[in-house]
């Protein structure tokens, strides 16, 4: 019987979804966000998330210092 599973073991599968997850998370936030965040480079989903929340903080900041 073949094997379908289209992962070598569960290390491979892990890091594949937290790569899916990653990717997902970053297309889904603002450009600005993602232009921070570009700038960063932050490494990891919990790195992003953290790194997005103070990018979301300072773009804030910014836009009431402007207005």
């Excluded at 997850?21 to 570009?38: N, T």
């Excluded at 997005?52 to 210092?65: D, F, K, M």
């Amino acid at each position: 019987m073949e094997d379908h599973f289209p992962f070598h073991d569960w290390y491979d599968f892990k890091i594949q979804l937290s790569e899916i997850l990653e990717h997902i998370y970053l297309k889904r936030l603002k450009l600005e966000i993602q232009s921070e965040l570009s700038m960063s480079k932050p490494i990891g989903l919990r790195e992003i998330m953290d790194a997005s929340v103070q990018a979301e903080a300072h773009i804030h900041t910014l836009w009431q210092v402007w207005k």
